[in-house]
């Protein structure tokens, strides 16, 4: 069974770009969770996704942003990128929101 | 609300020594408590979970936790470290079933294990 896949591995952008992360779930997952990984600020909740809607979001501005299609993939689009953007993104997924989440390799975000 | 503290941000252990990480929770509803490791550049791989059943969890690998709610803990321990679980090692709690399933991350633990 294929975990779940995130792409690109690295993305390099300038300050105020934006940027588009894709995350593929596990098939049969229907929920996709994204988290923040900055050094020295531990990981972080950003996004929830189940069956296409978003479910919750963390403390994190709104040109951070998302979507979840109909196959269950799911993008994360970080619009004016900041210095304090860079990061690692992970993407998880679950069965269902009850289940244990299982997590991709991550992309690494870096804003110049 | 919940939250995780890591005490610590580094252990250092000898080849074939106990391991134990520390992980205290605080939450305003039945948690479900997990550990995951990272490896460098990787992402994160789920160690085991506790979600309500028995008290002393067994995961992958040798590792095992016990939920001590009167502590609120959830303590990691291995009775033999490796040089290969050299890693960081992040706590998590989210509630029991219900309508938020975000995990919420302490601020994790760099394992060394020395020869």
């Known amino acids: 069974e294929a975990g779940v896949t995130q792409s690109p591995t690295h993305l390099i952008k300038t300050r105020g770009q934006q940027a588009t992360l894709r995350c593929s779930p596990i098939s049969g997952h229907t929920s996709v969770y994204w988290y923040q990984q900055a050094l020295g600020l531990g990981l972080q909740f950003l996004l929830w996704y189940d069956e296409g809607e978003e479910r919750n979001r963390g403390n994190f501005p709104p040109r951070f942003s998302g979507r979840q299609f109909p196959n269950y993939s799911s993008e994360l689009n970080v619009n004016a990128l900041e210095l304090e953007d860079s990061a690692l993104y992970l993407c998880a997924s679950s069965r269902d929101s009850d289940n244990e989440q299982f997590f991709g390799p991550g992309t690494r975000l870096t804003v110049l | 609300a919940q939250s995780v503290t890591q005490l610590g941000s580094h252990v250092s252990v000898s080849e074939g020594a106990l391991v134990l990480l520390r992980c205290n929770y605080s939450s305003s509803v039945p948690p479900y408590l997990f550990w995951y490791v990272q490896y460098p550049n990787q992402g994160l791989q789920l160690l085991l979970k506790?979600?309500?059943?028995?008290?002393l969890v067994k995961g992958i690998n040798d590792f095992e936790a016990e939920f001590k709610k009167s502590e609120t803990s959830f303590h990691l321990t291995k009775p033999s470290a490796h040089m290969s679980d050299a890693a960081e090692y992040f706590c998590a709690v989210r509630p029991a079933p219900g309508a938020n399933s975000k995990l919420t991350f302490g601020k994790g633990i760099t394992l060394s294990v020395r020869p």
């Open positions: 506790y979600t309500s059943a028995a008290t």
